[in-house]
Nanobody
Framework: QVQFVESGGGLVNAGGSLTLSCAAS????????MAWFRQAPGKEREGVAC????????YYSDSVNGRFTISIDNAKKTVHLHMNSLKPEDTAVYFC???????????????????WGQGTQVTVSS
């Protein structure tokens, strides 16, 4: 079965940086997408960033574009989210997810993603 190991969450000050990692296993497809979503208390789950592994195409939500960077290690099926200039409104539980096959372009539509991690808490203090 598909499994995830998520790490990197924690407490940081506003303006600080944090890197999340998610290692996926249990699938062998050559073309896939991995993504990060987040959910804050009282809010709907929203897409943050996604990356397609073979073409390297990425997509970011407007709220994080320019501050966050998503990257992937294909050999390890591990996706990273490098978060800079963090704001209190970035506080949420962050979930990684994967979808396959994805041949070229990823989308931040939750319905597309077949498998989800358990989430890791990111708290940004003011």
């Amino acid at each position: 079965q598909v499994q995830f190991v998520e790490s990197g969450g924690g407490l940081v000050n506003a303006g600080g940086s944090l890197t999340l990692s998610c290692a996926a296993s249990g699938f062998t497809e050559d073309h896939y997408a991995m993504a990060w979503f987040r959910q804050a208390p009282g809010k709907e789950r929203e897409g943050v960033a996604c990356i397609q592994n073979s073409y390297g195409t990425t997509y970011y939500s407007d709220s994080v574009n320019g501050r966050f960077t998503i990257s992937i290690d294909n050999a390890k099926k591990t996706v990273h989210l490098h978060m800079n200039s963090l704001k209190p409104e970035d506080t949420a539980v962050y979930f990684c997810a994967t979808d396959y096959p994805v041949v070229a372009v990823c989308f931040l539509r939750p319905i597309r993603y077949k498998y989800w991690g358990q989430g890791t808490q990111v708290t940004v203090s003011s």
